[in-house]
């Protein structure tokens, strides 16, 4: 990685205010994607100190209108509630025709035409409200799913537990939403590519010992959620653990056989 | 739980195609994102199409948001950021190439009330500022809210390139000094 030197630093400030020239932005791109822990702290630092910045703009609170037309075209774009849309075939005026007996035949003409047209459309209209029926109850799953999880961030039961590296690890860092109510959790992941021939475990400490919530596989940038449907009795649950195993994960799902990275206690 | 939390939970909502959860964030973070959206094109109807265009650019790219950057907060002023300073050049070569500019008119006395966190912290940020140097602010305020590159801006000002680079960095720390980011985040 190219070494680092006090320019970077600067560069992270006219990246964060968005005035790096492209020559610039390119180094210093190349530079934090090599991995300069320096570089990436500051420049997360650097962009709240532009978020300072931007309030010093005169505070003005947007028209009540806007907020309903963002959501009106988010909803359309949702794709879990976008409809299916039917093909709109734009109609041409028509030019008018002089001779009488020639319109009625073409009225004529055009009425068959339209019967069997509209027969057809309906055909299509009622196959298509037996795949929105589908959809609609597949949705309302979705929905009651969803609501499910939203929950957990309204419940007054809810703790946040910060899971913290230990000493022996790098960067990475966990954070668990958990409810002993509900027994649900879900835990954030940054920074969490493992080595190449590893994965990371996700345990639950528990009175009787450790337990696998199974592998933490994280996407390209690192990041990664793990929804836990169940964590078991909350009176048994102590903390949640991170190991680092071969890949494939500890072979007992008991007890982890790599080093244990990361461990945050759920607290009483 | 803190905002933050809470702003990042709303982003994983939003991946799985909640639109509770923008609407959450949206309440939480437009006073913020209109604010300067009209700071820099400083006509209400465009700021009313910026802050469209960025909450819409938030729910399509929520999956492009990293954490390791900064916060949420962050992320959405950048991308109103960007749409705004889009929006301020196209009024600038339409500036260049009409010779009126349409000007709204003025609103009623019925705006919506500013959050009163929003306007001390304004305050705040403002004071904060004139605690820089002169040369300082113009970099900030060149950078920010007029969108120019630093290139741009060192032959603005009239100073090599390197010493605009330092004083940018030096007016952020400044400011980092004078309002702590834990103090209101």
Redesign the interface.
Known sequence: MSAHRDEHLELCAALALGAIDERDRRELEAHLAAGCPECSRELARLSDDVRTLAASAPPVAPPPAVRARVLAAVRSRAPAERPARGRVVALEPRRRIAIATWAWAAAAAVLAVSTVVLWRVGEDLRARLDESRGQMAKLQTDLDEARRWAALLDSPEARLVELLPTPAAGLPRARALYDPAARRAVLVFDSFAAPPGSDYELWAIRGDGPASLGLIRADASGRAVVRVHDVGDPASLQAFAVSLERAGGSTNPRQPQGPVVMVGGVGG | ?SDQ??D??CI??MR????????EL??RH???????A???VGR?SD??EV??EA??QA??GADRF??????V???L??LA??RA?DRFRKQASRRRAETSVEIDPPRGGD?????AA??Q??E???T??STLTPQQRQV?E????S?????E?ASRVGAPLGTV??W??QA??R??EV?P?EEW?
């Open positions: 739980m939390d809470r990042l939970f994983e909502r799985a195609g909640d639109t509770r959860a923008l609407e949206y309440d437009s006073p913020m994102l209109y604010s300067l009209l700071r820099i209400a700021a009313e802050l469209q909450w819409l729910w399509r990293d954490a390791a950057r900064g916060t907060a962050a992320w002023l950048t950021r960007s300073i705006e919506p009330p500013v959050q929003h306007r912290l304004h705040r940020v403002t904060a500022l900030l060149l950078a920010y809210f969108g120019l590159s630093q290139t801006i680079k330092s940018t960095r952020l720390l400011l980092r309002v980011q985040a």
